[in-house]
């Protein structure tokens, strides 16, 4: 009877041993279990992550690519701008070049209109040959030129004129073959070639101007050289050759009618005082 309760205690505490045996595996297996579930949410997490990485990296390289052709497309029309700009540029440069050059032509032209009218205003026959050389000089711009008149036999040309020339202007050049000769017999404008020296005198003129009144070829100007600051002639001067050749013939030719009556009606007002004294 006494070992009764010894046993009973024995096996109680084998039970409770038991109990926490079973109780211990219990852990380790749901242990286990959920290492395994947190292992596969992690993975599952990586592939969320890396499947998100995908598709935000492939998003990036789609706006990446949208980028690069916006701003490919900006290229092109800041290079078409820069374009546009460079052409409206040059207009403007030609513009506002024609507008000078318009405004020179302009300014030469006046200043050729007072001149003429100067050469119209007077019948001193040396006055007109020294407003022509101022024309020359001032608005065609030579340094070296000579003025002629066709000769009452219509054969030579006679100096009256010149600036820069004292030595080696002829008195009297024949209407002949020569540049000079040919411009008065036909009565044409002559411009030198653009390859032929206009700063250095040569045989020939670099231009020659006919003085007319109506068709008829009256004088000369022969333009030798121009001046250093003018290259070459521009176009605003075969306009002022017309104009030139127009004014300038016509008012020599007054002038010289009018020197010939002057002195026609002095040797008559001499010889009626000579008779009257008689």
Request: no cysteine; charged share 30%; glycine share 6%.
């Given at each position: 009877m006494t070992d009764r309760p010894g046993r009973d205690s024995a096996a109680r505490v084998l039970e409770?041993?038991?109990?926490?045996?079973?109780?211990?595996?219990?852990?380790?297996?749901?242990?286990?279990r959920l290492r395994a579930a947190?292992?596969?949410?992690?993975?599952?997490?990586?592939?969320?992550?890396?499947?998100?990485?995908?598709?935000?990296?492939?998003?990036?390289?789609?706006?990446?690519?949208s980028v690069e052709d916006e701003l490919q497309g900006l290229r092109e029309e800041n290079t078409e701008l820069k374009a546009r700009?460079?052409?409206?540029?040059?207009?403007?440069?030609?513009?506002?070049?024609?507008?000078?050059q318009v405004?020179?032509?302009?300014?030469?032209?006046?200043?050729?209109?007072?001149?003429?009218?100067?050469?119209?205003?007077?019948l001193d026959y040396d006055e007109v040959v020294r407003i022509v050389k101022e024309i020359v000089i001032n608005?065609?711009?030579?340094?070296?030129?000579?003025?002629?008149?066709?000769?009452?036999?219509?054969?030579?040309l006679v100096l009256v004129g010149q600036e820069g020339m004292a030595e080696t202007a002829t008195p009297s050049v024949p209407i002949d073959g020569s540049i000079l000769g040919q411009c008065a017999q036909r009565g044409e404008i002559y411009?030198?070639?653009?390859?032929?020296p206009k700063h250095t005198m040569g045989p020939e003129p670099i231009a020659c101007v006919p003085l007319k009144v109506s068709e008829d070829v009256v004088g000369m100007v022969a333009i030798h050289t121009l001046l250093r600051q003018k290259p070459e002639f521009r176009s605003i001067?075969?306009?002022?050759?017309?104009?030139?050749?127009?004014?300038?013939?016509s008012a020599l030719f007054v002038s010289s009618l009018y020197a010939v009556s002057e002195c026609k009606r002095n040797?008559?007002?001499?010889?009626?005082?000579l008779l009257k004294t008689r």
């Open positions: 409770l041993f038991e109990q926490g045996r079973q109780f211990t595996e219990d852990l380790l297996k749901e242990n286990e947190v292992a596969q949410a992690r993975t599952e997490v990586r592939e969320l992550e890396n499947q998100y990485v995908k598709v935000d990296v492939a998003r990036l390289q789609r706006r990446l690519l700009f460079r052409s409206v540029e040059d207009e403007n440069r030609e513009f506002a070049d024609r507008y000078v405004e020179r032509q302009n300014s030469d032209l006046v200043s050729l209109f007072v001149a003429s009218q100067r050469l119209h205003s007077t608005l065609i711009g030579s340094e070296e030129f000579a003025i002629y008149v066709v000769e009452s036999t219509g054969t030579n411009v030198a070639p653009a390859d032929v001067d075969l306009e002022m050759f017309e104009l030139l050749g127009g004014h300038a013939g040797t008559l007002e001499g010889l009626i005082s």
